[in-house]
């Protein structure tokens, strides 16, 4: 059954937040699908939203009680907009919030790290999901994905270091579980596909996958940093590359169940993503 009261997910034509939109209308919740456009999305009430303008924040808060929220995409604080809206949400009657982090990023940590901290203080119910890198970065208009097409290369400063890619979908899943089932998580989630892949093995799979030569291409943190600072501010940049460095250190080689755990099924692996988008 439907809650009356509605789910507003933030970023709602985005990577996962599309996907989460999807879940929520599959199971007959009522959406606010939040975003700077207020772009219509099937199914659910579009309204416009823009963390940097908080006039657009009373309407995308009137009528909810729960939120997704993915931060400004680009910003190395967002705590510095998040926490004002959060305290205007929970003000308004949102009482379980689930926000996106990032496995590289733990409580208290930077940039989004400090609305993780803040989180549990401000909603009785909540969740954090702290995915590792999403196996979406290969697709679309993302860095790698351009890289890709225009170069047959991937580059990192990740070395030989792994990584437990995951699906938006299954990222998605969580969320949606995490937002509307009785009891909330009240923690944070580390989410992952079933295995590790260095983004060597990313390449083998790739050019196996679709007949065209990939290769990686290893950078150092500094060349990488560069490269980065060329299209976003240095301080975003020089972080960009320090999970890069940090994967190299064997950070994010690991997997957990909590896709399985949340959702009763397992996580997609990489194969059958690449095999899905190739077709």
Same mark, same amino acid.
């Given at each position: 059954?439907?809650?009356?009261?509605?789910?507003?997910?933030? =970023?709602? +034509?985005?990577?996962?937040?599309?996907?989460?939109?999807?879940?929520?209308?599959?199971?007959?919740?009522?959406?606010?699908?939040?975003?700077?456009?207020?772009?219509?999305?099937? =199914?659910?009430?579009?309204?416009?939203?823009?963390?940097?303008?908080?006039?657009?924040?009373?309407?995308?808060?009137?009528?909810?009680?729960?939120?997704?929220?993915?931060?400004?995409?680009?910003?190395?604080?967002?705590?510095?907009?998040?926490?004002?809206?959060?305290?205007?949400?929970?003000?308004?009657?949102?009482?379980?919030?689930?926000?996106?982090?990032?496995?590289?990023?733990?409580?208290?940590?930077?940039?989004?790290?400090?609305?993780?901290?803040?989180?549990? =203080?401000?909603?009785?119910?909540?969740?954090?999901?702290?995915?590792?890198?999403?196996?979406?970065?290969? +697709?679309?208009?993302?860095?790698?994905?351009?890289?890709?097409?225009?170069?047959?290369?991937?580059?990192?400063?990740?070395?030989?270091?792994?990584?437990?890619?995951?699906?938006?979908?299954?990222?998605?899943?969580?969320?949606?579980?995490?937002?509307?089932?009785?009891?909330?998580?009240?923690?944070?989630?580390?989410?992952?596909?079933?295995?590790?892949?260095?983004?060597?093995?990313?390449?083998?799979?790739?050019?196996?996958?679709?007949?065209?030569?990939?290769?990686?291409?290893?950078?150092?943190?500094?060349?990488?940093?560069?490269?980065?600072?060329?299209?976003?501010?240095?301080?975003?940049?020089?972080?960009?590359?320090?999970?890069?460095?940090?994967?190299?250190?064997?950070?994010?080689?690991?997997?957990?169940?909590?896709?399985?755990?949340?959702?009763?099924?397992?996580?997609?692996?990489?194969?059958?993503?690449?095999?899905?988008?190739?077709?």
């Amino acid at each position: 059954m439907s809650d009356p009261n509605a789910t507003l997910v933030i =970023g709602a +034509t985005g990577t996962t937040g599309r996907r989460v939109t999807a879940g929520l209308l599959a199971e007959g919740h009522h959406v606010k699908a939040a975003g700077r456009t207020a772009a219509p999305v099937g =199914g659910a009430q579009a309204v416009r939203f823009d963390w940097n303008e908080p006039a657009t924040w009373g309407k995308a808060l009137r009528g909810v009680d729960r939120a997704y929220l993915v931060p400004p995409v680009g910003s190395s604080d967002p705590a510095a907009v998040m926490l004002p809206f959060l305290h205007e949400a929970r003000a308004a009657g949102v009482r379980r919030a689930v926000l996106l982090g990032a496995s590289a990023i733990p409580a208290g940590g930077p940039a989004v790290g400090q609305v993780h901290q803040a989180l549990p =203080g401000l909603f009785d119910e909540w969740a954090v999901l702290r995915p590792s890198w999403f196996m979406q970065n290969f +697709t679309g208009s993302t860095p790698h994905a351009r890289s890709i097409r225009e170069g047959g290369v991937i580059l990192t400063a990740s070395g030989d270091g792994r990584i437990g890619f995951v699906d938006a979908q299954d990222i998605a899943a969580v969320a949606v579980r995490a937002l509307v089932d009785e009891k909330s998580p009240d923690t944070d989630l580390i989410l992952t596909g079933p295995q590790t892949f260095s983004h060597d093995d990313v390449a083998a799979i790739l050019t196996e996958s679709t007949g065209r030569t990939v290769v990686h291409r290893h950078l150092t943190f500094e060349q990488l940093r560069d490269r980065w600072a060329a299209e976003i501010p240095l301080e975003f940049a020089t972080m960009l590359a320090a999970m890069d460095r940090a994967i190299a250190d064997g950070a994010e080689d690991r997997t957990t169940d909590t896709v399985e755990r949340l959702t009763g099924r397992p996580p997609g692996t990489f194969r059958a993503f690449v095999e899905r988008e190739i077709a």
